[in-house]
């Protein structure tokens, strides 16, 4: 399956460069003014996944659905992109400890040759998943989109994110401003110059999640027919 919006790991990138150039622009012209905002969306995205976050399967209140948040199989150069490992091993991990019935693995599949969800299903299947617990969800183009067709195509207002713990974090707050009452399992982190570029990105980040839910009130940019996970979609 696939989407008519032409967005990439290219337009990916470019959005990510813009809302960098936007935050620095912020920061040399309202020093104080940013790092105030940076620092109260911090501690509001903290304050919403309090006593929500599990790092041990154990920890994870059964579920019947884990939402598990995409990103790309490997970097550009060809190498595994050890975030998208450890988050499927922390999914599979997940359904193997009986703590969710099914995954919806949510990513961007906006070209043929870019599929983030069947790059995540494969994985899965390749961990003991069996196909017919996997659903896919192809427009997942950001965490927010994932989150809000969780609910507005999937019917979900009860879910697991799994994800690293900055990003699970992150979902946990935008999914309880939308009403969801949503928990987090915690993928391993990524260590070195690639987990810390990330990690100060999420600080950016978690700036504009207070805009989009609050300010912008953004919605995703696809919806459709309603999907009830436990049929054939997958």
């Known amino acids: ?3 008519s919006v032409p967005s990439t790991r290219t337009s990916r990138a470019r959005k990510r460069l813009r809302l960098l ?3 620095l622009a912020i920061l040399v012209t309202f020093p104080l003014s940013a790092l105030v905002l940076i620092v109260y969306a911090k501690r509001e995205v903290e304050a ?9 399967s154990g920890d994870v209140p059964a579920t019947r659905v884990g939402l598990v948040l995409g990103c790309s199989r490997t970097f550009e150069d060809g190498r595994e992109n050890p975030f998208f490992a450890n988050r499927m091993n922390a999914a599979s991990e997940l359904y193997r400890a009986g703590k969710v019935e099914y995954l919806l693995v949510s990513g961007d599949n906006s070209r043929p040759d870019y599929d983030e969800s069947s790059d995540m299903r494969a994985a899965l299947m390749e961990l003991g998943v069996p196909a017919d617990r996997i659903v896919r969800d192809y427009a997942g183009f950001s965490t927010l989109d994932s989150i809000l067709r969780a609910h507005d195509v999937f ?4 879910f697991v994110v799994v994800s690293q713990d900055f990003h699970v974090r992150r979902a946990l707050y935008i999914a309880r401003g939308n009403g969801m009452d949503a928990t987090g399992y915690v993928a391993r982190e990524v260590s070195g110059a690639g987990g810390r570029w990330v990690r100060f990105r999420e600080s950016l980040a978690r700036v504009k999640v207070l805009l989009d839910v609050h300010v912008f009130e953004r919605r995703a940019k696809f919806t459709g027919d309603p999907i009830s996970i436990g049929s054939d979609h997958t």
Do not use: I, N
């Open 21 to 23: 150039g936007w935050t």
């Open 155 to 158: 019917g979900l207002d009860r």
């Open 48 to 56: 919403a996944a309090e006593g929500r976050v599990a790092t041990q």
């Open 1 to 3: 399956m696939t989407t």
